[in-house]
Nanobody, 124 residues
Framework: QVQLVESAGGLVQAGDSLSLTCTAS????????MAWFRQSAGMEREFVAV????????GYAHSLKGRTTISRDNAKNTVTLLMTNLTPEDTAVYYC?????????????????WGQGTQVTVSS
């Protein structure tokens, strides 16, 4: 069992950068690949980024590649999402998710563990 808690998002200005951190409560953090998803109002939840258990591999949503970085600290049981040059279209609830280690996946259904989400609002 894995419990995930995201750091507070908040209100930021367009053009700003934002870092979100997810902390996992588990003794076996390295048994999991970690990912971020987001959901805008009225939209389906979408994949943002994924990182392998060893941090050796990452994957990004094509539309966000270049201004999104995912990283993890296995000593601290944390995974961090850094987004730069934010726009109002990045306004969403951001979720951290964990999947048993294996191939990296963008499929929500492959992630059995989810955080409660944190709201990020980008003003123009």
């Amino acid at each position: 069992q894995v419990q995930l808690v995201e750091s507070a998002g908040g209100l930021v200005q367009a053009g700003d950068s934002l870092s979100l951190t997810c902390t996992a409560s588990t003794r076996t953090f390295t048994d999991y690949n970690m990912a971020w998803f987001r959901q805008s109002a009225g939209m389906e939840r979408e994949f943002v980024a994924v990182i392998s258990w060893s941090a050796g591999s990452t994957g990004y949503a094509h539309s966000l590649k270049g201004r999104t970085t995912i990283s993890r600290d296995n000593a601290k049981n944390t995974v961090t999402l850094l987004m730069t040059n934010l726009t109002p279209e990045d306004t969403a609830v951001y979720y951290c998710a964990a999947a048993p280690k294996g191939f990296l996946t963008q499929n929500m259904g492959d992630y059995p563990y989810w955080g409660q989400g944190t709201q990020v609002t980008v003003s123009s």
